[in-house]
């Protein structure tokens, strides 16, 4: 079983910039594949950015040039740093671990409005 927390989120204005955190239980962290993914009100949940194991990256076309996903394995911590941020960023940022399976986070809340 692999516990996964999340924190960093918050309201922030357009333009601004949030860090996303995920802190990861377990011994093997640095075999996982760890992502984001964004679940907005009525809309499905959506990859945001991956990382593997080896640190190959890939983004969601909309937030290519703007979010870096990267990952600590000396703290089992991935981040999502979130730079000139939209209003259609606004969601539920989930972290997402894959380890024989995947495990889930709680979710913390993105929220950018003037």
């Known amino acids: 079983q692999v516990q996964l927390t999340e924190s960093g989120g918050g309201l922030v204005q357009p333009g601004g910039s949030l860090r996303l955190s995920c802190a990861a239980s377990?011994?093997?962290?640095?075999?996982?594949?760890m992502g984001w993914y964004c679940q907005a009100p009525g809309k499905q949940r959506e990859l945001v950015a991956r990382?593997?194991?080896?640190?190959?990256?890939n983004y969601a076309d909309s937030v290519k040039g703007r979010f870096t996903i990267s990952r600590d394995n000396a703290k089992n911590t991935v981040y999502l740093q979130m730079n000139s941020l939209k209003p259609e960023d606004t969601a539920v940022y989930l972290c997402m671990a894959t380890w024989n399976k995947e495990f889930w986070g709680q979710g913390t809340q993105v929220t950018v409005s003037s």
């Open positions: 377990g011994s093997f962290f640095r075999y996982y594949l």
């Open positions: 990382i593997t194991s080896s640190g190959t990256t």
